[in-house]
């Protein structure tokens, strides 16, 4: 197991993030897997931070009176490195050895580059690139901390491969000398004594593992595909009520056809072929660890644009798409099958790649890990496969299965036309649906992409869940038809409009103020400085409840559900999930921004007291 350099409750200096200056920290836990330290500041800021970002308070020399002016040769204590015989020369009788003599020379440069002026950066966006972003819209502005004899500014141009950080605090020629500095000094380090090294810890720090850790996380991997044939078995009923539970399960063999598989791998496939078309414009994501930045093509909409005249082609030539209905269950269950195959894959891949592109959230526990997916972002060359997954198959699949619904429900009622309630649904969820894909850049910011590895959570949910169960309302439709007036529908697009009008309003404000801060549209929003140097939103839609977004996502599924009527609260699962889905996202969001906002989160807290619901939640 790697040694680890500082213990807990060491104070020591830590570099702040997206400069070169250090602070006093306290170290809290060091995380084994990461080889991260997790410190806190001053002033209550929770960061983790890399070994070679955290100096011993030993590797600084405090900085004397005088004036900032003054040559460091000229201050008070300093040594003259002329190589002329001065007064404060030691006789040759009593040199240091060279070694010391080297470390003393190392320590009198950091002397020299610490007290150089410091000199902030306005930096310029960075076109298509996105800084980093937990769950609230961020800015980029100056400091609030005050320096004196700040003089100038310097600008990089757009095309500059320099990350976009705040400010820089000292001048780039001494920021490589710094850097140099601390290489030789970790050498001398790493040579010297074991007696002069930090002790070694080698207990695994316990980690707060969410979804009800290990047991928690190997009873939902084996209950979610038993809970999915449950419903679609329930919903396929001629009464689905709750009195008629559990519903008959058909025979295992019954369930499987290879041949239903084979069509299913066949339709991953054709979306990797789109997903790997050189069309859309290509971005940058957040930086990772390491401090690079994954490549990303945004082509979902085409993708969707040729799938859809793929099919319309197939309708065309006399292709049944009932095939799909009449075999839902195999299909589901095929699905699942291929998402516990990837998975697999997934982990036993994650064991052979470097630390720094683990994701954060995984524990060293393999039961865990696999569920909650060890790597952050694997890809095959140049194939992300999370990236992939999260909008292709599933999302796209959906609005395919919400089809197959519609032809089935006029096939099995002989319909002329498909019901009110059918349209309704299937327009809904392809507006939903179309949205994602035409802001497909805005998923890069997201939790699963930024925090989450891709495990069994993020494979069954995007290739089983999304597609067999975002699609439940217009499988029960099929069996189970309900005729709408036009007054009720009146009033259910218009609840459907209510909540999509606040879901993309408030998205879009967020993504234009962490794209253009400046933007002039957006004067007008008030914000709370925090010592990351980002900014949170508390005006606008941000400032009516913490996640706005969540609102209108709530909102839009129960105008989904409507349409299915009253008689029975099976279309309401949707509705029920999502919103223990979304209470429980906005907790793990509300636990990552209080670690690392601290003290500015919880004066976002006082001025925006609701998380999804105004006045209730």
Known sequence: MPSRKFANGEVVRGRWPGSSLYYEVEILSHDSNSQLYTVKYKDGTELELKENDIKPLTSFRQRKSGSSSSSPS????????????????PPKTSRRSASAS??????????????????????????????????????????DTPHKNVQEELQFPQESSYMSTQHSLRPRREEIKF??????????????????????????????LEFGGVPGTFLIMLGLPVFLFLLLLMCKQRDPSLLNFPPPLPALYDLWETRILGIYFLWFFLQALFYLLPIGKVVEGTPLVNGRRLKYRLNGFYAFILTSALIGASVFWGIELYYVYSHFLQFALAAVVFSLVLSIYLYARSLKVPRDELSPASSGNAIYDFFIGRELNPRIGTFDLKYFCELRPGLIGWV????VMLLAEMKLQSRNAPSLAMVLVNSFQLLYVVDALWNEEALLTTMDIIHDGFGFMLAFGDLVWVPFIYSFQAFYLVSHPNDLSWPVASLIIALKLFGYVIFRCANSQKNAFRKN????????????????????????????????????????????SLPCGFNHILPYFYVIYFTTLLVHREARDEHHCKKKYGLAWEKYCQRVPYRIFPYVY
């Open 102 to 143: 080297h470390q003393a020379d190392i320590k009198e440069a950091r002397k020299e580059i610490l007290e150089v002026k410091l000199t902030p950066l306005v930096l310029k966006s960075f076109g298509n690139s996105i800084s980093r972003y937990n769950g609230e819209p961020e800015r980029i502005e100056r400091n």
């Open 400 to 403: 395919l299965i919400n089809l």
């Open 179 to 208: 850097k140099e500095i601390d290489s030789k000094e970790e050498k001398i380090i790493t040579k010297g004594p074991a007696s002069l090294r930090t002790f070694e810890v080698t207990a695994t720090q316990t980690k707060n």
């Open 74 to 89: 000229r201050r008070r204590g300093s040594r003259s490195r002329s190589r002329s015989g001065s007064p404060g020369r």
């Open 517 to 560: 801060p400046t933007d002039p549209k957006l004067a007008h929003l008030k914000t709370i400085h925090t010592s990351t140097g980002k900014n949170l939103l508390v005006s606008g839609w941000w400032g009516f409840v913490r996640h706005p977004n969540y609102l209108g996502d709530l909102i839009m599924a129960l105008a989904w």
